[in-house]
């Protein structure tokens, strides 16, 4: 096998859910089907190397940053839901039912892994959550034992912003993730959320 048909399935099997099987099969696909597939995600990834950027606000992946989101006058500026990772802000964002504003912190505590609160941003939720025009802080975190311990972290860090502070309800399975959630769950987990009790 060619050197370059090895590199490309070593790149594809770093991809999340795909490993060495799925890379060849996908490699072959695309390589058999040049101008058809490969060629036209060439051009999508490298638009999408040159013209995407993190929000400097909100840590969203947009072609603009600020982002479309932070820049959008017509959302509720008095919320801000957080959440672990980017692909949680699209599952919340693609249920068309939150209009507030986000905040990606970018992980959650996690001692086995090493992530310390040095590693998420928080000051700059912190910041944020001190705007008078800020009222509730949403923390809107997977339901796993990091997720929770990070939530309580959270929410005593928040305590001197005077801002109310709320998880999602019911709906949400304990150890669920954002992103693997149906938009009816995560609906009903944002209409019904409640006050954090500490």
């Given at each position: 096998?060619?050197?370059?048909?090895?590199?490309l399935?070593?790149?594809?099997?770093?991809?999340?859910?795909?490993?060495?099987?799925?890379?060849?099969?996908?490699?072959?696909?695309?390589?058999?089907?040049?101008?058809?597939?490969m060629?036209?995600?060439?051009?999508?990834?490298?638009?999408?190397?040159?013209n995407t950027?993190?929000?400097?606000?909100?840590?969203?992946?947009?072609?603009?940053?600020?982002?479309?989101?932070?820049?959008?006058?017509?959302?509720?500026?008095?919320?801000?839901?957080?959440?672990?990772?980017?692909?949680?802000?699209?599952?919340?964002?693609?249920?068309?039912?939150?209009?507030?504003?986000?905040?990606?912190?970018?992980?959650?505590?996690s001692?086995?892994?090493?992530?310390?609160?040095?590693?998420?941003?928080?000051?700059?939720?912190?910041?944020?959550?001190?705007?008078?025009?800020?009222?509730?802080?949403?923390?809107?975190?997977?339901?796993?034992?990091d997720?929770?311990?990070?939530?309580?972290?959270?929410?005593?860090?928040?305590?001197?912003?005077?801002?109310?502070?709320?998880?999602?309800?019911?709906?949400?399975?304990?150890?669920?993730?954002?992103?693997?959630?149906?938009?009816?769950?995560?609906?009903?987990?944002?209409?019904?959320?409640?006050?954090i009790?500490?």
């Amino acid at each position: 096998m060619a050197s370059e048909i090895e590199n490309l399935i070593k790149a594809l099997a770093k991809l999340p859910t795909i490993g060495p099987r799925s890379a060849k099969s996908i490699a072959l696909k695309m390589l058999t089907k040049k101008q058809d597939l490969m060629h036209p995600l060439v051009i999508a990834m490298e638009q999408a190397i040159k013209n995407t950027t993190i929000c400097s606000i909100c840590n969203n992946l947009d072609a603009i940053n600020p982002c479309h989101i932070c820049q959008d006058n017509r959302r509720d500026q008095s919320t801000i839901c957080v959440v672990e990772k980017i692909s949680d802000l699209w599952a919340l964002e693609g249920t068309k039912s939150y209009k507030g504003l986000y905040h990606v912190l970018g992980g959650v505590l996690s001692a086995l892994d090493g992530i310390t609160p040095d590693d998420l941003d928080i000051p700059n939720l912190v910041t944020r959550s001190q705007n008078p025009n800020v009222k509730e802080v949403i923390i809107a975190l997977n339901t796993s034992i990091d997720g929770q311990a990070t939530m309580y972290y959270l929410t005593d860090y928040l305590e001197l912003s005077n801002v109310e502070i709320t998880v999602p309800s019911r709906g949400v399975p304990m150890g669920g993730e954002l992103d693997h959630l149906d938009d009816g769950t995560l609906i009903t987990a944002l209409n019904s959320r409640k006050q954090i009790e500490n």
